[in-house]
């Protein structure tokens, strides 16, 4: 069944623990598993400067994204018919790398409050050295 009341859709996300990030590289898919945080319509990723992602997204920022909660299979007396249930959102977007310290610390807070850490302040040091991903949501359905 399709969810698209928005108020639904943001409690499937801030329920999920983890979002597969597609992304796009020359004519085939790459789809990495990450942590992220949620607000005001985009998604927020950290990680290193270096590595695939990086370079896929320097070439296209056009970016798909899934993320599932209450996922439960539901067994049968035959294999076959064997079913799962889950509530999913599954959304389109651009993707931007953040340079400015202030957006970057913004955006890990996001990420901490998701994971419900605690907000603490950040080594300026390590805050340099990793990358944020932001992702504006294009369109996204449950």
């Known amino acids: ?9 943001e409690s499937i996300i801030l329920k999920a623990k983890v979002c597969r990030l597609g992304l796009v ?11 992220f945080g949620y607000h005001e319509n985009a998604l ?4 290193g400067q270096k590595g695939r ?3 896929i997204l320097k070439g296209n920022n056009r970016v798909c994204f899934e993320m599932e909660v209450d996922l ?12 799962m249930r889950y ?5 389109y977007g651009r993707a931007v790398i953040l340079v400015d310290p202030g957006e970057k610390i913004k955006a890990l807070d996001v990420i901490v409050k998701h994971y419900g850490g605690q907000l603490m302040a950040y ?4 805050v340099k050295g990793l990358a944020i991903i932001k992702v504006a949501i294009d369109s996204m359905k449950g």
């Open 53 to 55: 992602k990086m370079e």
């Open 123 to 126: 080594d300026e040091k390590r």
């Open 87 to 91: 509530k999913s959102v599954v959304g």
């Open 25 to 35: 590289d020359g004519n085939r898919p790459y789809v990495v598993p990450m942590s």
């Open 44 to 47: 927020y990723f950290h990680t």
């Open 1 to 9: 069944m399709e969810i698209v009341e928005m108020e639904k859709i």
């Open 72 to 83: 439960e299979i539901v067994p049968a007396d035959n294999p076959c018919k064997w079913n």
